[in-house]
């Protein structure tokens, strides 16, 4: 029973910031990569932000030295730190655990970018 529960979307202003939470439930085993991705209406899902076993995160060219993705140790956590964010940030985001065995995604959480 792995469930992946996203946090922390919400409307903002253009230039302001979010932090996003991906928390984990259940055994994930063999995980090789932890990322973000989005997905406006009409638009196909997007990588936003990886991180991969035994290399430095990388990030989509958009939101690159705007957003950084960590892990909290100590909260069992996946977050997406998001600063000066546009309005073409706004997007459904998912947070995604990959492994040897499966692929697990969450329900997302709305961002809205907005004046």
């Known amino acids: 029973q792995v469930q992946l529960v996203e946090s922390g979307g919400g409307l903002v202003q253009p230039g302001g910031s979010l932090r996003l939470s991906c928390a984990a439930s259940g055994i994930i085993r063999g995980i090789n990569t932890m990322g973000w991705y989005r997905q406006a209406p009409g638009n196909e899902r997007e990588l936003v932000a990886l991180?991969?076993?035994?290399?430095?995160?990388t990030y989509a060219d958009s939101v690159k030295a705007r957003f950084t993705i960590s892990r909290d140790n100590a909260k069992n956590t996946i977050d997406l730190q998001m600063v000066n964010l546009k309005p073409s940030d706004t997007a459904v985001y998912y947070c995604?655990?990959?492994?040897?065995?499966?692929?697990?995604w969450g329900q997302g959480t709305q961002v809205t970018v907005t004046s």
């Open positions: 991180m991969t076993r035994g290399a430095s995160p």
């Open positions: 995604k655990f990959g492994s040897v065995y499966a692929d697990y």
